[in-house]
């Protein structure tokens, strides 16, 4: 691991950390905000999955979660969205396969299946080295994301019952099966069988017997891709018909930015708190 930035952020640090992955083969960049609390004690980590096009630079200038975490006490883990280098295959002119567009899924399909192997590093590789390299405390972990990485945040929770405390989504693709994002990458990454798509499908997933942790997922009714790519409306009638609980919140008037994150991400980070730690339970924070 190669440490390449380090910034002072509401009493903790921002640092962001480049290393080479047997998982992905390639060199994987992440970065991760250290509470002030970090200094003297070990704490629960969250990890973020941001969606296409994104890396990790995104949610940790836009989202404003860092400022949350410091009063919270939670480490924040923001991955890359996809393997990176010249070495990767890429589609330079599409947006929504390619690098920035890794889905979180295991590839099988050439030329593909070196290196997009996301789930792998999001659920195993990454959340070792984590743990072997910041005072984080084992074992204790949640996940979050936005639209493609609601998307894997909901499928590493499902695939993987007691990994995660909770896991959290802001406008997730919620049925990729079905979803022309989803159909492009799963097509291209998994193959013709569509029995192997709905293998990252969370809706297909909860049909099939998969369970949630504590979940909490945001849509904005204005999102231009709700009607389109996201079905919600599918995930909720698949938990409904299993008794599942899910927290599914229609924000009035909100799209499918990072405007629409920064005004909620404060409520995500509490409600992983409240899962992972009792100090959740009573911080409060001034807003700005």
């Not at 970065?31 to 096009?53: C, D, E, I, N, R």
């Not at 743990?131 to 998307?151: D, L, Q, W």
């Not at 229609?250 to 920064?262: K, L, N, T, V």
Request: hydrophobic share 40%; aromatic share 10%.
């Amino acid at each position: 691991m190669k440490r390449v930035e380090r910034i002072k952020e509401f009493g903790g640090w921002l640092e962001r950390w480049q290393h080479d992955s047997d998982t992905c083969h390639c060199t994987m960049t992440f970065s991760v905000y250290l509470p002030p609390q970090a200094a003297t004690q070990k704490l629960p980590v969250v990890y973020w999955l941001s969606g296409l096009t994104c890396t990790d630079d995104n949610v940790r200038v836009k989202a404003g979660a860092q400022r949350y975490c410091a009063v919270l006490g939670l480490i924040l883990v923001m991955l890359d969205t996809s393997p990176r280098g010249d070495d990767v295959p890429d589609v330079p002119e599409r947006y929504d396969l390619g690098q920035g567009a890794g889905f979180y899924v295991n590839a099988t399909q050439v030329p593909w299946a070196t290196h997009y192997r996301m789930y792998d590093y999001v659920t195993r590789e990454l959340p070792a080295l984590v743990e072997a390299n910041f005072p984080v405390v084992p074992g204790k972990r949640s996940i979050s994301g936005h639209s493609m990485g609601g998307h894997g945040a909901l499928i590493c929770a499902l695939i993987n019952p007691g990994l995660y405390a909770s896991v959290s989504a802001f406008a997730p693709i919620c049925n990729p099966v079905i979803s022309p994002w989803g159909q492009g990458c799963f097509g291209a990454y998994l193959g013709a069988d569509k029995k192997a798509w709905e293998a990252y499908d969370a809706t297909c997933l909860i049909q099939a017997g998969a369970s949630l942790p504590p979940a909490l997922i945001d849509h904005g009714t204005a999102d231009e891709f709700l009607a389109a790519q996201l079905f919600p409306q599918n995930l909720q009638a698949a938990c409904a018909a299993r008794d599942i609980p899910l927290m599914l919140r229609m924000q009035d008037g909100y799209d499918h930015s990072y405007h629409f994150i920064a005004s909620f991400i404060g409520e995500h980070l509490r409600f992983h708190a409240r899962a992972l730690t009792a100090h959740g339970l009573n911080a409060t924070w001034t807003p700005c």
